[in-house]
Nanobody, 115 residues
């Protein structure tokens, strides 16, 4: 059984930056797509950004130009650099990793942006 272990997150003021990381707990797994989703109170979980094993990225319009996703395939780790944070970015951020036979979620990490 492989799990995703997230780190980062926390409290930051508007305009600040935070970095998230997420690593698979075991080696030997290959994930086609890794990414980040978020869920704010009272709202549905939404896509933030994804990156494929070949490096193709996809971003939600709301974070384009502010967030950068990257991954280290050798370490099965995905990163999310968040700059110019806004109060509306406040949410629980979830890591996701997908392959043909697996769709795994992390436990979530809180990001709070104060105004």
């Amino acid at each position: 059984q492989v799990q995703l272990v997230e780190s980062g997150g926390g409290l930051v003021q508007t305009g600040g930056s935070l970095a998230l990381s997420c690593a698979a707990s075991r080696s030997g797994f290959t994930f086609n797509t890794m990414g980040w989703y978020r869920q704010a109170p009272g709202k549905q979980r939404e896509l933030v950004a994804t990156v494929t094993s070949s490096g193709t990225t996809n971003y939600a319009d709301s974070v384009k130009g502010r967030f950068t996703i990257s991954r280290d395939n050798a370490k099965n780790t995905v990163y999310l650099q968040m700059n110019s944070l806004k109060p509306e970015d406040t949410a629980v951020y979830y890591c996701n990793a997908r392959s043909v036979i697996r769709n795994i979620w992390g436990q979530g990490t809180q990001v709070t942006v104060s105004s």
